[in-house]
T-cell receptor, first 112, second 113 residues
Framework: DTAVSQTPKYLVTQMGNDKSIKCEQNLGHDTMYWYKQDSKKFLKIMFSYNNKELIINETVPNRFSPKSPDKAHLNLHINSLELGDSAVYFC???????????FGSGTQLSVL | AQSVSQHNHHVILSEAASLELGCNYSYGGTVNLFWYVQYPGQHLQLLLKYFSGDPLVKGIKGFEAEFIKSKFSFNLRKPSVQWSDTAEYFCAAFLMDTGKLIFGQGTTLQVKP
């Protein structure tokens, strides 16, 4: 019944590895997002997709590549993980860009 | 630069005390404003929002916020907090011209029973 679900909840990995985080929403929303929350709790937009098309791409290293196979899914793939990538990554969805967001429970990524 | 500032990083109150959390945004265009809350162990969820109309908006659990355009502020208030209000509170502004939602850095509210 979870509206926005993301997996895994925790991800511990070594520097240099490649990892993916998956996100699915069952709300029928058109827009999905990835946010990064740093150690100071700042939530910063990384990407936004509308109907599978990229509409917002903040200044994120190109090691981060979002993929939206359909409008209910937005996965995040990260290549060559670095220590600074350690953070909590939140997936979210909304009916429109200006509407309220529904968040997933977050993925805590720790790069060792 | 466009930003959202929350002035209180960590607030500790006793039950029944009144709460006001400050939020200011720096942006000259049209904004939609939000307060989100994250209770311990739970995901972020909407507390209340302002799009237009009455600048005093009421949300869930007795919270309200007032949009003061001249001050670029959207402060969150509750007359009497409860222990269950212990959570992280995030102010956010949706910038209509850019289509981006910008969050403040969050305020940790701890309510002592």
């Amino acid at each position: 019944d979870t509206a926005v679900s993301q997996t895994p909840k925790y991800l511990v990995t070594q520097m240099g590895n490649d990892k993916s985080i998956k996100c699915e929403q069952n709300l029928g929303h058109d827009t999905m997002y990835w946010y990064k929350q740093d150690s100071k709790k700042f939530l910063k937009i990384m990407f936004s997709y509308n109907n599978k098309e990229l509409i917002i791409n903040e200044t994120v290293p190109n090691r981060f590549s979002p993929k939206s196979p359909d409008k209910a899914h937005l996965n995040l793939h990260i290549n060559s993980l670095e220590l600074g990538d350690s953070a909590v990554y939140f997936c979210a969805s909304s009916q429109g860009l200006e509407e309220k967001l529904f968040f997933g429970s977050g993925t805590q990524l720790s790069v060792l | 630069a466009q930003s959202v500032s929350q002035h209180n990083h960590h607030v500790i109150l006793s039950e029944a005390a009144s709460l006001e959390l400050g939020c200011n945004y720096s942006y000259g265009g049209t904004v939609n404003l939000f307060w989100y809350v994250q209770y311990p162990g739970q995901h972020l969820q909407l507390l209340l929002k302002y799009f237009s109309g009455d600048p005093l908006v009421k949300g869930i659990k007795g919270f309200e916020a007032e949009f003061i355009k001249s001050k670029f502020s959207f402060n969150l208030r509750k007359p009497s907090v409860q222990w269950s209000d212990t959570a992280e509170y995030f102010c956010a502004a949706f910038l209509m011209d850019t289509g981006k939602l910008i969050f403040g850095q969050g305020t940790t509210l701890q309510v002592k029973p």
